[in-house]
């Protein structure tokens, strides 16, 4: 009899730890900061935003900031939408036959967390107040009130942080910077009722559109810096 049929051999296949799982997971939604940009413009139009402000800092290793004018998210919402499989988009799988919307795995914010440190601050346009939390690695690190704009702001630091593998083979910034300028051009072209506008180390960038003209609500408003104080005035 060999070793295996007694029960000797120990199992070559083990389930992972759920962390390991949630890694992978998080890797196949986010595996270059361009990916963080579409997720979170996505998410962005779901809301029903008609403005979107994308910035940017050092190719998106900096900081990577959306901020929208959408329905926004209620206090008790905004935690959850972190947890993976967390959405307000389906409750079934019939839902998925008639799905409008862009997102629906309730997997996006979950994932880029699980990479990075995602300050989220929203406030709902049906009433109430701004509500903030601060994630990182998957961990909720603080959450409060926080005074906001109707709408949502999500920026993202530290992308990769804790997966040095994904760091490594990102590609040169400008070539990083280059695929979010080509998708932030896509976007808008794809959302022409919604004005997208990029900032890349504080300055505007013309999306680009591979030729074709912006739509005429893609508005031209003075450049925003992202919020990198706001950010570190919170907890390490
Ligand atoms: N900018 C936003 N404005 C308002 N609500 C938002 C915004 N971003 C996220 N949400 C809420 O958080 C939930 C989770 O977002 P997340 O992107 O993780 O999942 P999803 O959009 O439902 O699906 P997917 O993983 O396919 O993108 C959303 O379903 C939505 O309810
Ligand atoms: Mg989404």
Not at 43 to 70: C, W, Y
Not at 79 to 103: E, M, N, Q, V, Y
Not at 192 to 221: H, M, N, W, Y
């Amino acid at each position: 009899m060999s070793r295996t049929e007694t029960g000797l051999e120990p199992a070559r296949i083990t389930i992972l730890p759920a962390a390991v799982a949630d890694g992978i997971a998080a890797g196949e939604v986010v595996d270059r900061p361009a990916a963080v940009v579409k997720e979170l413009v996505e998410n962005a139009v779901d809301a029903g935003a008609s403005r979107i402000q994308v910035g940017i800092e050092a190719a998106g290793q900096g900081v990577i900031e959306v901020v929208d004018d959408g329905e926004g998210m209620a206090p008790v919402d905004l935690p959850l939408a972190f947890l993976r499989h967390a959405t307000s988009k389906i409750r079934s799988l019939d839902d998925l036959r008639t799905i409008r919307t862009l997102g629906f795995r309730g997997e996006a914010l979950a994932s880029i967390a699980a990479v990075a440190r995602v300050e989220a601050v929203s406030r709902p346009r049906d009433g109430g107040e701004g509500y903030r939390v601060l994630v990182e690695g998957g961990s909720q690190i603080a959450a409060g009130a926080a005074g906001s704009p109707v709408g949502t702001r999500v920026s993202v630091s530290r992308l990769f942080f804790n997966t040095p593998a994904r760091l490594k083979f990102l590609k040169q910034p400008a070539t990083e910077t280059a695929v979010i300028v080509r998708l932030v051009g896509e976007l808008a072209l794809a959302h022409p009722t919604v004005g997208i506008t990029l900032d890349v180390d504080g300055r505007r960038r013309e999306p680009a559109t591979g030729g074709r003209p912006l739509p005429p609500s893609t508005t031209r408003q003075p450049p925003r810096p992202c919020s990198r104080s706001t950010m570190e005035s919170w907890p390490a």
